[in-house]
Every structure is written in structure tokens, then in C-alpha cells.
């Protein structure tokens, strides 16, 4: 099967990734990564904590990891320049 896009189909300009785009993956990496702790943490001190506790920690690790998910689809979508751009109304017709 070839490599190439069918002829039908035009090529897509992705612009770069804002700041804030940027930014939001990182904070969505950290986020898995605190997901990622709160399951080793509830699995440790899981069967030693009142059941109040440990829903909590399960309730966090669960924020975390949606919050991870969300930042993560807002950071990897490409956003297009909606900015209109001015015409230039100066020309003369000849």
C-alpha cells in the first residue's frame, strides 16, 4: 500500500502551538503524573485508612487524571488563526 495521501486530498499548514497551548501540556503531563502517584499512594496506604480517606484519595486521583486528559486534547489541537487580516482598499482600478 503507498505511503502517499490520496490525490483528493490538499495538504494541511498546522501552525506552531501557542504558549498557553504549550504550557497546558505541561501542566497535563504533571497531572498525569500526580494521577500516577495517587494510585501508587492509594494501593499502599489503601487498606490502612477509614473508607472516608481513601475515597478521597481515589477522588483525587481521579481529578488529576481528568484534568490530565482535558489539558492534554486543549494542547495537542490545532488552533487556526481566526484574526482577520485587513484588505488593502488603497488600489486605483486602471
Known amino acids: 500500500m503507498s505511503e502517499q495521501p490520496?490525490?483528493?486530498?490538499l495538504p494541511v499548514?498546522?501552525?506552531p502551538k501557542r504558549l498557553w497551548q504549550k504550557i497546558?501540556?505541561?501542566?497535563?503531563n504533571i497531572s498525569f503524573?500526580?494521577?500516577?502517584i495517587g494510585v501508587v499512594?492509594?494501593?499502599?496506604?489503601?487498606?490502612?485508612?477509614?473508607?472516608?480517606?481513601k475515597a478521597a484519595m481515589g477522588a483525587i486521583t481521579f481529578f488529576c487524571a481528568a484534568v490530565g486528559v482535558?489539558?492534554?486534547a486543549l494542547g495537542g489541537t490545532s488552533?487556526?488563526?481566526?484574526?482577520?487580516?485587513?484588505?488593502?482598499?488603497?488600489?486605483?482600478?486602471?
Open 33 to 36: 503524573a500526580c494521577a500516577a
Open 6 to 9: 490520496p490525490a483528493h486530498h
Open 70 to 72: 482535558v489539558l492534554k
Open 41 to 53: 499512594i492509594t494501593l499502599i496506604y489503601g487498606s490502612s485508612v477509614e473508607a472516608e480517606i
Open 13 to 15: 499548514k498546522h501552525p
Open 79 to 94: 488552533i487556526p488563526n481566526l484574526k482577520i487580516e485587513k484588505q488593502d482598499t488603497d488600489k486605483k482600478d486602471a
Open 24 to 28: 497546558s501540556l505541561i501542566i497535563a
